[in-house]
């Protein structure tokens, strides 16, 4: 049997689905390269691509979620007070990402809020980051703390790349932006892109935003040193809502 029929038999299988869902990342990047050397590489991709971007993501027997809007951004200039600040209010506020990991910063909505808030800095290199929605109808009340290395972080919740974006730039990395279609197979709660990761100057100044909560859900901040192989990076961060 050869590989491209063996695909199409196993496609049904759920262990397959995911382990297919890691490969088309590595399948897509070929293919950007002029790698492509297989149609069982193709039919994967396309599978995929058929299944998570063409349905918008959301898991099957779930309701689509509605439209969600873009994040404001912006920048300061007070790093160095900036950091002074958050050191002095507490070692809860100032993290060490180590070299290969992702932080994720889960801030559940509030009945009596309406957006949230967040400032973040680095020491001496950048940081990649991003902002997802995570919708469900019980989101906690606490916010919580969770860093995993890449290869989790997949596993959880697998961001599988376009072939571009509107303005023809390529997704699928911390460098342009891991952006595109979420998908959750462990039948958990649909994931929406706010705002997709990507490496932020934010050694160089204070990186700030906001977003109006979209509907009862969670906020999935993430703080992205996957990239990197050798060095850590010190976070200092603070999050509020309005």
């Known amino acids: 049997m050869s590989s491209c029929s063996l695909s199409c038999f196993m496609i049904s299988s759920g262990l397959f689905q995911r382990s297919c869902l890691v490969r088309s990342q590595r399948i897509l990047h070929q293919q950007q390269q002029g790698q492509f050397s297989s149609l069982s590489g193709y039919f994967l991709y396309t599978y995929i691509y058929q299944r998570c971007c063409a349905s918008k993501c959301v898991t099957p027997g779930l309701e689509q979620p509605p439209p969600i809007s873009a994040a404001s951004m912006w920048t300061r200039q007070d790093i160095i007070k900036f950091k002074e600040i958050v050191a002095a209010s507490g070692s809860e506020s100032v993290i060490s990402i180590n070299h290969g990991e992702i932080m994720t910063v889960r801030i559940p909505t509030l009945e009596d809020k309406?957006?949230?808030?967040?400032?973040?800095?680095?020491?001496?290199?950048?940081?990649?980051?991003?902002?997802?929605?995570?919708?469900?109808?019980?989101?906690?009340?606490?916010?919580?703390?969770?860093?995993?290395?890449?290869?989790?972080?997949?596993?959880?919740?697998?961001?599988?790349?376009?072939?571009?974006?509107?303005?023809?730039?390529?997704?699928?990395?911390?460098?342009?932006?891991?952006?595109?279609?979420?998908?959750?197979?462990?039948?958990?709660?649909?994931?929406?892109?706010?705002?997709?990761?990507?490496?932020?100057?934010?050694?160089?100044?204070?990186?700030?935003?906001?977003?109006?909560?979209?509907?009862?859900?969670?906020?999935?901040?993430?703080?992205?040193?996957?990239?990197?192989?050798?060095?850590?990076?010190?976070?200092?961060?603070r999050l509020y809502y309005k």
């Open 114 to 237: 309406s957006c949230i808030f967040w400032e973040f800095a680095t020491d001496s290199y950048d940081l990649g980051f991003g902002i997802f929605f995570e919708w469900t109808e019980e989101p906690g009340q606490a916010v919580t703390i969770h860093i995993s290395d890449s290869e989790d972080d997949e596993e959880e919740g697998v961001v599988v790349p376009e072939f571009e974006l509107e303005d023809g730039e390529p997704l699928g990395d911390v460098e342009r932006g891991s952006g595109g279609c979420v998908a959750t197979l462990d039948e958990g709660p649909p994931i929406s892109v706010i705002m997709p990761v990507y490496r932020r100057d934010c050694h160089l100044e204070v990186y700030v935003g906001n977003h109006g909560f979209p509907g009862r859900g969670a906020y999935l901040l993430k703080f992205d040193n996957s990239y990197s192989f050798w060095r850590s990076k010190t976070l200092y961060y």
